[in-house]
């Protein structure tokens, strides 16, 4: 706890200075990361934020075999997990809850061809330990106003109507009430104004194995004009990010810790960069990252009281992608 406590004030004091930096918290906060942007070692760290990023040179040519095969998930574990959610969500413990779990995956591209090659809003590799390549923000301030981009809701768009299929299904459309519901009474904990400016909008991913519809949300609010002073505070505040953990949250995250029984690390984290005036950050979903067993590819989704274990089994399977194309051979 002490040290995130000093990673918090360390932000307030880098934005107080207005020095750019880059900040990874992983969804514990046992090993956060804030390096000013001129002392990032490229040779270590990557990243790149919704398109902008230091030039690292010319991409790694992919193989031409080029193969990225996921296992089938523990099947069990799930089973067993989404059984014990049902019961706290029957008990009203927790109204929405996000599952995830490790799947293994086999690959011949390595991490860092993986970054240069992904197609993604929010990118960042760490040498020997994992790459990320999200397409969900958490929170962006600019000119004062901060905004915060809830995604819920996930089908394949392999056929017309699949995206109408998403914004009618009942299920889908409570869980994004209720995310909606706890990142505008998270904004009010940091802004005043905070309103809901678009709801439920579409948007389509390019993945390896075919296009994927997801939904998203924009809500807003006003910071006092002194927030560069209090970048940490508002990020105590805000982590971690209610899309991947639930409502209430503070009671959902100790079911997720209880019933995942595995850490997620830097998977579900935060990652951004403040650049001196502005700030943007995305959620750590789809991930990849290194064991001492192998790759393991982290993913999951929100469980509500009226999820169907099939079909949330398979929107995990669903979302172990890679946001590129290639000529997939077979290992």
């Known amino acids: 706890m ?11 004091e880098l934005g107080k200075a207005r020095v750019p930096f ?22 270590k760290v990557r990243y790149e934020i919704n398109g902008i990023g230091p030039d690292y040179g010319k991409k790694e040519a992919l193989p031409e075999n080029a193969f990225f095969h996921a296992s089938e998930a523990d099947k069990k574990h799930y089973l067993q997990a989404f059984e014990q959610l049902m019961f706290h969500l029957g008990r009203g413990d927790t109204y929405l809850i996000n ?25 960042l590799w760490l040498a020997d330990e994992c790459v990320v390549f999200s397409p969900e923000p958490f929170v962006q301030i600019q000119n004062g106003i901060i905004s915060t981009f ?28 209720t995310i909606v519901d706890l990142l505008r009474n998270d904004l009010n904990s ?19 194995r075919g296009a994927l519809w997801q939904t998203s949300s924009r809500i807003s609010g006003e910071l006092p004009a002194d927030f560069c002073q209090h970048l940490g505070d508002i990020f105590q505040k805000l982590l971690p990010a209610g899309s991947i953990s639930g409502a209430p949250k503070k009671r959902t995250v100790e079911l997720i810790q209880a019933i995942e029984k595995y850490e997620r690390g830097y998977y579900t984290g935060v990652m951004g960069v403040f650049d001196g005036q502005n700030l943007d950050s995305g959620v750590m979903i789809r991930f990849v990252e290194q064991t001492k067993d192998g790759l393991v ?7 509500t009281v009226n999820s169907n274990v ?22």
């Open 2 to 12: 002490n040290q995130t406590i000093t990673i918090f004030e360390q932000m307030n």
């Open 22 to 43: 880059l900040f990874v918290f992983d969804f514990e906060l046992k090993k956060p990361l804030i390096i000013p942007l001129e002392a990032v070692d490229w040779q």
């Open 99 to 123: 599952l995830t779990m490790p799947v293994r995956v086999e690959t011949n591209l390595s991490l860092k061809q993986i970054f240069e090659h992904s197609q993604a809003k929010y990118k």
């Open 150 to 177: 809830p995604m819920k809701g996930t089908i394949q768009a392999d056929q017309e109507g699949t995206d109408q299929q998403l914004l009618e299904d009942p299920k889908e459309k409570a869980e994004h009430y």
């Open 190 to 208: 940091v802004a005043v104004n905070v309103r809901v400016n678009s709801f439920r909008f579409l948007q389509k991913v390019e993945t390896h």
């Open 297 to 303: 590819y982290k993913a999951g989704g929100g469980i």
């Open 310 to 331: 099939k079909t949330e089994y398979e929107e995990l399977l669903q979302k172990v992608y890679l946001p590129f194309t290639f000529q997939s051979a077979k290992p």
